[in-house]
């Protein structure tokens, strides 16, 4: 996604208020979490704009790149390494479940497979914001 201010230049993080993707010029850091420029100024009462940026740094929080993948190799696991635990045992027993549903079912295996692709690339996205 392109920065909502700047078009040609790559978002590289959301706003936490309003949810539109900022480039690292239009990122500001409050309290450690991305706030855009237009919501600081709203949260302010209006009429003012932001002198300070902060530049944002690489979280050293962040969960290991190796570990995220190895945690993809079973759905759910990955979701709950990083901190999401209700959306990875939602995922492990979505994925438990139609595999146990592929001895009844055929057409189960293909949902089998589009929860553990999901699972993969969902879990490398959300890690991706994270950093």
Same mark, same amino acid.
């Given at each position: 996604?392109?920065? $909502?201010?700047?078009?040609?230049?790559?978002?590289?993080? $959301?706003?936490?208020?309003?949810?539109?993707?900022?480039?690292?010029?239009?990122?500001?850091?409050?309290?450690?979490?991305?706030?855009?420029?237009?919501?600081?100024?709203?949260?302010?009462?209006?009429?003012?704009?932001?002198?300070?940026?902060?530049?944002?740094?690489?979280?050293?929080?962040?969960?290991?790149?190796?570990?995220?993948?190895?945690?993809?190799?079973?759905?759910?696991?990955?979701?709950?390494?990083?901190?999401?635990?209700?959306?990875?045992?939602?995922?492990?027993?979505?994925?438990?479940?139609?595999?146990?549903?592929?001895?009844?079912?055929?057409?189960?295996?293909?949902?089998?497979?589009?929860?553990?692709? $999901?699972?993969?690339?969902?879990?490398?996205?959300?890690?991706?914001?994270?950093?």
């Amino acid at each position: 996604m392109n920065c $909502t201010n700047h078009p040609v230049r790559q978002g590289v993080n $959301t706003c936490s208020k309003c949810g539109n993707w900022l480039c690292d010029e239009c990122s500001v850091e409050v309290d450690g979490r991305i706030i855009c420029k237009s919501c600081i100024s709203k949260l302010a009462g209006g009429g003012y704009t932001v002198k300070h940026e902060h530049k944002v740094t690489k979280r050293h929080d962040a969960p290991n790149i190796l570990l995220t993948m190895m945690f993809s190799m079973l759905p759910g696991a990955n979701y709950m390494y990083m901190g999401f635990l209700k959306r990875g045992l939602f995922v492990l027993s979505a994925f438990f479940l139609s595999a146990f549903m592929c001895e009844y079912f055929d057409i189960a295996g293909f949902v089998v497979a589009g929860i553990f692709i $999901t699972s993969f690339f969902d879990a490398l996205s959300i890690r991706r914001k994270m950093i």
